[in-house]
T-cell receptor, first 108, second 115 residues
Framework: RKEVEQDPGPFNVPEGATVAFNCTYSNSASQSFFWYRQDCRKEPKLLMSVYSSGNEDGRFTAQLNRASQYISLLIRDSKLSDSATYLC?????????FGSGTKLNVKP | GAGVSQSPRYKVAKRGQDVALRCDPI?????LFWYQQALGQGPEFLTYFQNEAQLDKSGLPSDRFFAERPEGSVSTLKIQRTQQEDSAVYLC?????????????FGQGTRLTVV
């Protein structure tokens, strides 16, 4: 079983839509959680860290449920520029474990 | 530049050839990671350095893969006798000493194609 599991998508949504991605992780001892964004043929870049109490950054909201080992990302009012692959990332000691990514296509 | 720098950006190798991939981390970053990313997949962990010490190499797929960071800064990933299945993007990342919510910063990667 992979350390981090994500729905690969793609999610095809119109501009202005709200879209949610989910991710589960297998190791209950995992310490830190992140969402990274990766554009085609580019490197992953940090979108936001995920805190136990949930956190928001503009149109993006991240939630963590440690009991269920579940992480989510909500994007409100989608923009064309949000089209990318979103990687769920979990850190366990000295390793960052990546999900396979969820592809988002925002259409005009 | 202030980011993680990798070279070369692209490498085409004939099967059986040895290759060396270089990573220049962000200055002052203690931790350095190598990842392998196949098309359509997330990055897979290869190895981790803390300064010059290679603390974890559990992700290296075979003994043809070797990484070093002799002075605790620049790192080299070497692949001997390349095979077609080694074709992937090799990503290097660095971070400050690992603590709560310490993020990793990635370089642009080296795209290796073995023909």
């Amino acid at each position: 079983r992979k350390e981090v599991e994500q729905d690969p998508g793609p999610f095809n949504v119109p501009e202005g839509a709200t879209v949610a991605f989910n991710c589960t992780y297998s190791n209950s001892a995992s310490q830190s959680f992140f969402w990274y964004r990766q554009d085609c043929r580019k490197e992953p870049k940090l979108l936001m860290s995920v805190y136990s109490s949930g956190n928001e950054d503009g149109r993006f909201t991240a939630q963590l449920n440690r009991a269920s080992q579940y992480i989510s990302l909500l994007i409100r009012d989608s923009k064309l520029s949000d089209s990318a692959t979103y990687l769920c990332v979990v850190r366990n000691f000295n390793k960052f474990y990546f999900g396979s990514g969820t592809k988002l296509n925002v259409k005009p | 530049g202030a980011g993680v720098s990798q070279s070369p950006r692209y490498k085409v190798a004939k099967r059986g050839q040895d290759v060396a991939l270089r990573c220049d981390p962000i200055s002052g970053h203690v931790s350095l990671f190598w990842y392998q990313q196949a098309l359509g997949q997330g990055p897979e962990f290869l190895t981790y350095f803390q300064n010059e010490a290679q603390l974890d190499k559990s992700g290296l797929p075979s003994d043809r893969f070797f990484a070093e960071r002799p002075e605790g800064s620049v790192s080299t990933l070497k692949i001997q006798r390349t095979q077609q299945e080694d074709s992937a993007v090799y990503l290097c990342a660095s971070s400050l000493a690992l603590g709560a919510n310490t993020e990793a910063f990635f370089g642009q990667g080296t795209r290796l194609t073995v023909v």
